[in-house]
């Protein structure tokens, strides 16, 4: 029979985080607790309270030497996100202190997780559905709160409540096409099709306004790109520095892949934006513009979601920024003059600006809130997200899922008006309804869960 | 307990529609068989309604055909009125139905049965199971004889403990007429069986002498009748009318009045009826908005001034029973010849069946019609032909046949009931069917006949013949591939007057018939060779050329399924020692033992998390 081995990995990410997390799930998490945490609880041969945390000394096994301070909450089975005997223990953040814990716990008995198990053995151990088992994907692909919280929503079922709203007036439609083939000289209403029609074009509606969500909800989730062009000394470090304070919430600092551009992303009110400064435009002699760094930043700027383009609000406009506007052509930028608590001596009307101006002064925080808003509503539109228990689709399965229930009320409606027979239209029904349930789990192949749970990330 | 001389391969108690079936099915496979029935009159009998057929059940009975069995012929050599239902919609959901005169459709049954090799047919009511510790070796009867047989098929139909209810009154009764079946249920019950309780009902027969027709609408026969069989060439009894009456406002009040002495609504009746063919009573409580509600005047025979009112069971007394009959347009001197009444029953859970309609708990023991709560004969008759091959195959010790949800309306049936046991009455649907498009009454020879072929129930004049069929069906579908439009003046004319002038030259006749103006009737104007063909094939070839694009999705639907469908679970499989399960599913798996993990899926409760873990579970086993 199937036996349960346990399993152990990091949960937090690699990096500089200030607390690191390794977790342990499966029978023998109380015995390797015991093997590498040495605290109160452990001592006269005592327990784990389940559920609660303790504070202790992590240890390695082999020669009981120290690793480090830390904490350990040991949840009892089911009560756990795996329904399994779960062990977490926190120690100190950074790449080696996490590393030897977790090597610790293989030591003492736990094999490496595999990617995405904990999430597999919670589904297969009736603890989430497969809505909420995708979501948990996402939730530790995400990257703000914002997404944090759209990926909670969802595992919350909000999705799937939305779904099986849907497929209620779908049933009935059925069920009036079944009872028309079913009971042919039982007097069945002729008018039943219009019923029917109204029925599908209520779902479809549904599902459209669903589907509304989705530009909103993948950007929540992936972010956006944001490119600040300008020329050198335009003040595009200084704002990326008043951009990243706003929230305190600089997730990753990663250099570019080529020595010309810096990303960086930040969270502007909760979303995931990734700033790239395209430090390549720069003087290369002292009065002329480098033509290659402009054609590489021009480049980046196809892959940018939004372009932003600085400009220095105390210089008066000169040749190269002429040329460098010039070469923008038709490209849509939004237009951000900086040093506003300086003089101001550039001429703003010279500029096209097809996404508007703003005026901001990153030395005293002056318009930075306003352009971090601008920001934000350009990619979110604020209907769209005005309640945080409305169903959002972010995951690119489930809009497929859906423009396939889509498709097959519109063959539906098509084949209405070509009067064709109500078997053929009771498919097309039929065929919305098993797409829907694709998504709630109702309707699944192993080849789609191997897909899922290939896909998840290590740890969880 | 005299023990008879002649040892039996398979044993059928009782001789309804799914007895006959299933002990013609075992003699005809070779088997020597014994089928008992309380009355040798009462064999065949058409207990309730006058017809056979119908949207579901008509396409049963072509499966019945198509494996070999008799329900088709009888009717056919019986049927007093044929109808296509649905002619309107598409060829999937048409289905036929007729009406049968009832005394000759027993007599013929018996005729068949009598003279059938192999088959010993014999008075005598089972009142047990004779078993030597688990094993069943035969069965013993009231009259102090104990038959022995190595498998026994169980048909018990309404007679199980059949308590007949007309009012308040009520009294033990296997039907009208006839005595109640006492013993056996209480030893299937201590056997381990979960024995329920059903109710159905009939409703009175009228005296046609006493019904004034010149105030019924008269419905006909289609005329040329179309039979049911493959086999038969054409209908040859008279074909007589049915009539078209409606309650109103009055009949309405008179039930209303009679229903504190309704068995149903004063708690009497326990058992459960079925929603799909309510009562009168229930007719008028449920929808009190509707203003009236229609029936259908059916005669019983050619013989006889009985008809039948469908769709006007109750259980109502008879005075209110005559007041009300007697308040309908043209029945207002009815003379009732049969009350109505309501009768409760004993079924068996079947979810204690396998597939093959033999009991999980007792070896050799097969259930099928009633018994497994369904309603209806064309159910009845399907799982008997079903139970008697799968019988006779035991006793031949060849694998056993279990039909698909994707290759007849009786692999539903049986998955349905197997894998979600009945509440109450079970009834055939067409949107029970995922695969509809696909089980057609027209196609149910292709898709069964090899089947009644291999298992030596179709004989080969009938195999030889259906081969034929199929050759010419596969010809036909290649010429009508490869011939092309010439698009010479006659042809180009010929489309001009039905509507396709936009053809090109070199259209295939497959892209003409694909038209939906365009049919083999169209086609013979340009085309000599159509005349040629036997019409069953023109017909074939039309359906599968214009239904092409629905056929194939539902090919590749049940291709997706497929490994489920086909995933084995021991049944030795330990769900205790899955603890991913919640107790609710483990539980639910244990009381069931699904054959496949298909079966599991369809199981209620049991959520597609549970099958993802029984589908990694089944891996894990396989791989060790």
Redesign the interface.
Known sequence: MYIRDTIAAIATPLGSGGVGIVRVSGPDAEHIGRKVFKGSCTKNGGGFESHRLFYGRLINPPDGSLIDEGMAVLMRAPRSYTREDVLELHCHGGYYLVRAILQACISAGARLAEPGEFTRRAFLNGRIDLAQAESVMDLIASRTERSLSLAQSQREGHLSRSLTALKAPLIEALALVEAHIDFPEDEVDPAVFAVIETRIASVFAGISQLLATFATGKVLRDGVSVLLLGLPNAGKSSLLNALSGTDRAIVSALPGTTRDLIEETVSLQGLPVKIIDAAGIRAHHADCVEQEGVRRALDKVSEADLLLLLVDGTVPLSNELTDLVTSLAALPYLLVVTKADLPQLLDVSAFAAPLGICSVSAKNRVGVDQLSSQIYSHFVQSSAFSSDDCAVISNVRHRDVLIRAQQSLNAFAENLSLGLPPELLALDVRAALDALGEITGETTTDDLLDLIFSSFCIGK | MHSYETKYDVIVVGAGHAGCEAALAAARMGCLTLLLNMSLDGMAVMSCNPSIGG??KGHLVREIDALGGEMAKNIDAAGIQFRV??T???P??RAGRAQADKQLYRLRMKRVLEQQANLHVKQGEVTALHLEGEELHGVDTRSGIRFLGKTVVLTTGTFMRGLIHIGLINYAGGRAGDLPSLGLSDQLKSLGFEVGRLKTGTPARLDGRTIDFGKLEAQYSDDPPVPFSFSTERITMPQVPCYIAYTNQRTHDIIRSGLDRSPLYAGVIEGIGPRYCPSIEDKVVRFPDKERH?T?IEPEGLETVEYYPSGMSTSLPIDIQIAFYRSMVGLENVEIMRPAYGIEYDYVNPVQLHATLETKLIKNLFHAGQINGTSGYEEAAAQGILAGINAALKVKGRQPIMLGRHESYIGVMVDDLVTLGTKEPYRM???RA?Y??LLREDNADIRLREIGYSVGLVDEATYDAFCRKREQIQGELERVRVTRLSLNPEEKSWCERHGCADLQKGASYERLLRRPEIGYQQLREIDPQVTGLPGAVREQVEIQVKYQG?IE?QLEQIE?MR??EEARIPSDF?YK??????SE?REKLERFRPDTLGQAARIQGV???????L???LK??GEQ
């Open positions: 949207l579901a239902l649905n309107r919609k598409g999937a959901v229609q259908f649907f067409t949107s995922e509809r498009l629905y999705r997706r490994k489920q330990d020692a899955i603890s991913g399960l919640t599913v959520t597609p998390a549970a099958i993802a873990i589908s990694v579970m894990g086993r």
